[in-house]
């Protein structure tokens, strides 16, 4: 009887422990340009700020040319007055504002009329590729309230600097720098001449593909924390502290911001008994609708407003 041979289990080659390390080499010459000092909350800023109104408002847009537009506003609704009560005066008022708008890849101006007599206007200039004019100002006949502000901004490879020139003897400049593909840090001083006011700050940002943390302090007492988290490609989450060392007021916030089929849905919720929403639809092509909330339980003050976005 033949033997039957017995054939051996193949070997298993040994599961290796120390998995592959990744080159965590950061190339220090090619780093990326951070957004400018002045926005860097602007992720939080866009959940916990919303542009919430009382009343009624009518927006109606009207597209001359590709780069000129037309633009009425009619808003109507209360107005608070300050009292020496706790209590808020609001009195019934109305509004009408003009604008015309010219906007260029190189050159954007944004001219703003009321039917009172106050003119705003925004600027922005490409003066070179890496060097930008901004200046915003505001006329009007009441006393001390016509200002003008002028900005230079300067874009580097891996930073950003800005030198601010104002009314009142205003002077400023701040300067961000990427240490790292995620991380930016920077600085900033001002003086008001006019105030005899002077001060300091600084900020760290950190970002990525899912949040956005911020920090910011200055010498004015301010204190600004913020937090970020993209719960996916169209959902925030968004909190913040708010601390005046000199004060010791705190403020803490949490907030969110959700991008529907047709419609937009920002709101938050602050410590202080706040509660804030804010909805943007889209109900067809050219018309939109707005719908905005506050209620402040603590001062008992609620608002409530409704508005129409028509335009081409």
Known sequence: ?????????????????????????VDYKNLPCPIPYEEIHREALMSLKPDVFEGARFDYNKALSPKFFLSHSVSMGPMEVPTQSPETLKISTSNYEFGANYIDPQLMLIGRITHEGRLSARL????????????????????????????????????????????????????????????????ELFYAGQHRKSGVGYAARYSNDKMVATGQVASTGMVALSYVQKASEKVSLATELMYNYLSRDVTASVGYDAILRQARVRGKIDSNGCATAFLEERLSPGLGFLLSAELDHWKKDYKFGFGMNVGE
Not at 138 to 146: A, D, G, I, R, Y
Not at 164 to 183: C, E, H, K, Y
Request: proline share 8%; aromatic share 6%.
């Open 1 to 25: 009887m033949a033997a039957i041979p017995i054939t051996k289990p193949a070997t298993l080659d040994p599961i290796p422990t120390d998995s592959p390390k990744i080159d965590e080499h």
């Open 124 to 187: 922005k200039y490409d003066l070179l590729d890496d060097l930008t004019l901004k200046a915003n100002g505001q006329l009007t006949s009441e006393p001390h309230m016509s200002h003008a502000i002028g900005t230079l901004d300067y874009k580097g490879i891996d930073y950003r600097a800005q030198f601010q020139f104002g009314g009142g003897a205003l002077l400023g400049a701040n300067f961000i720098q990427s240490v790292t593909p995620n991380l930016s840090l920077g600085g």
